[in-house]
């Protein structure tokens, strides 16, 4: 869906050179929702506006849906850029118009009549559950309104691409994960491929099925998001997994050494979860079916597009012949991982 190869960015700034985007080289599927994630002034910016070509490379090209974006004339781009929408961390939203006038605004450009602009632009304050706001000015709206009308600005000619530039750091986390919800949507209902600008893992846990980790204008690494979570190679990529799990491993040692010294009875097992959306209900099903204790003292579990992954440490107690067949039914029966820490025998 989207190629890009060797796309460079050179800045020249006091006689200096500044390489923000280096040599970078990436495939991204159609209908996928993918992430680029590094920290300020790993060349995120400008990597995302090359694409659209807000930015122009220095080298490289980019192609989308089969068109070369950066061999495009001036006129053609235009055209073009109506198929790949845009929506930015401080939503870039006309003042003096309101929400429906605002969102109305790529269709005027784009010459759509006006019977059928109105219709259009209802259908997508519906979309982003706006109804009810058209008539105000963005001055009126909170943050996260400000962001569904920048959504349903860039999604109004219909594209095929949404690219997201840092689109909910300026919000708060609730607001957040609202319009990281409305992006899934999104995804989902109209098949759109969406690619994604972040500094913060979350967004990527939350609704990202690749990611890519960016530092110094390169793409360090990259993978399926669950993929990256429960291995990650860079220095930079654990430092980003660490935001959401926590990854001391200095801590997780100690608050082991805790539960082994402080729970004796029967056996301590940590379960390893990865990417299961079966498995939910394993502590439940072990209960029903096996007459043993299970106390649950300690676990992390998060949610990913492809599944949970994490860690849950629990006791069994009772008859050590029953837990022997409780944990064989979880090696049989799924796909989670056991470790025994301490057998009491
Ligand atoms: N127009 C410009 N002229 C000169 N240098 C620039 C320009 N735009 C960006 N840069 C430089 O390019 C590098 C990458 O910047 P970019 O904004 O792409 O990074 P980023 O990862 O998006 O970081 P942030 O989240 O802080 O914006 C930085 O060193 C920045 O100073």
């Keep these: 869906m989207i190629s890009i190869k060797g796309l460079r960015k050179v800045f020249t700034s006091e006689n200096k050179e500044l390489t923000a985007v280096d040599d970078l080289t990436l495939d991204i599927k159609e209908g996928e929702i993918f992430g680029v994630i590094g920290y300020s002034g790993a060349g995120k910016s400008t990597f995302i506006r090359l694409l659209n070509r807000l930015e122009e490379p220095s080298s490289g090209n980019v192609v989308i849906d089969k068109q070369e974006i950066t061999a495009l004339k001036a006129n053609e781009l235009r055209t073009a850029r109506q198929d790949i929408g845009m929506?930015?961390?401080?939503?870039?939203?006309?003042?003096?118009?309101?929400?429906?006038?605002?969102?109305?605004?790529?269709?005027?450009?784009?010459?759509?009549?006006?019977?059928?602009?109105?219709?259009?632009?209802?259908e997508l304050i519906r979309l982003v559950g706006l109804s009810g706001r058209e008539k105000a000015y963005p001055s009126q709206l909170s943050g996260g309104q400000k962001q569904r009308v920048g959504i349903a600005r860039a999604l109004a000619n219909n594209p095929k691409v949404l690219l997201c530039d840092e689109a909910t750091s300026a919000?708060?986390?609730?607001?957040?994960?609202?319009?990281?919800?409305?992006?899934?949507?999104?995804?989902?209902?109209?098949?759109?491929?969406?690619?994604?600008?972040?500094?913060?893992?979350?967004?990527?846990?939350?609704?990202?099925?690749?990611?890519?980790?960016?530092?110094?204008?390169?793409?360090?690494?990259?993978?399926?998001?669950?993929?990256?979570?429960?291995?990650?190679?860079?220095?930079?990529?654990?430092?980003?997994?660490?935001?959401?799990?926590?990854?001391?491993?200095?801590?997780?040692?100690?608050?082991?050494?805790?539960?082994?010294?402080?729970?004796?009875?029967?056996?301590?097992?940590?379960?390893?979860?990865?990417?299961?959306?079966?498995?939910?209900?394993?502590?439940?099903?072990?209960?029903?079916n096996f007459p043993v204790d299970i106390n649950i003292l300690?676990?992390?579990i998060t949610q990913t597009q492809a599944g949970g992954y994490g860690t849950l440490v629990i006791q069994f107690s009772g008859d050590s012949s029953e837990i022997e067949k409780a944990i064989q039914f979880i090696q049989k029966e799924t796909s989670v991982e056991v470790e025994v820490i301490k057998d009491a025998k």
């Design 87 to 122: 929506i930015f961390q401080h939503f870039n939203l006309l003042w003096s118009r309101t929400v429906e006038d605002n969102i109305a605004f790529p269709l005027e450009i784009a010459g759509v009549p006006k019977a059928e602009r109105v219709n259009r632009v209802q």
């Design 171 to 288: 919000l708060d986390p609730e607001t957040t994960n609202a319009i990281l919800d409305l992006l899934v949507d999104i995804n989902q209902n109209l098949g759109l491929t969406i690619i994604l600008i972040t500094h913060e893992m979350h967004v990527i846990r939350k609704i990202c099925h690749r990611v890519a980790v960016m530092e110094q204008g390169k793409i360090v690494e990259q993978g399926d998001v669950l993929e990256v979570f429960t291995h990650p190679k860079e220095k930079v990529t654990k430092k980003f997994v660490a935001q959401v799990m926590g990854s001391d491993e200095h801590d997780q040692s100690e608050e082991l050494y805790y539960l082994i010294e402080n729970f004796k009875k029967g056996k301590l097992i940590r379960l390893h979860f990865l990417g299961e959306t079966t498995n939910q209900t394993l502590i439940s099903q072990l209960a029903k």
């Design 298 to 300: 300690q676990g992390k």
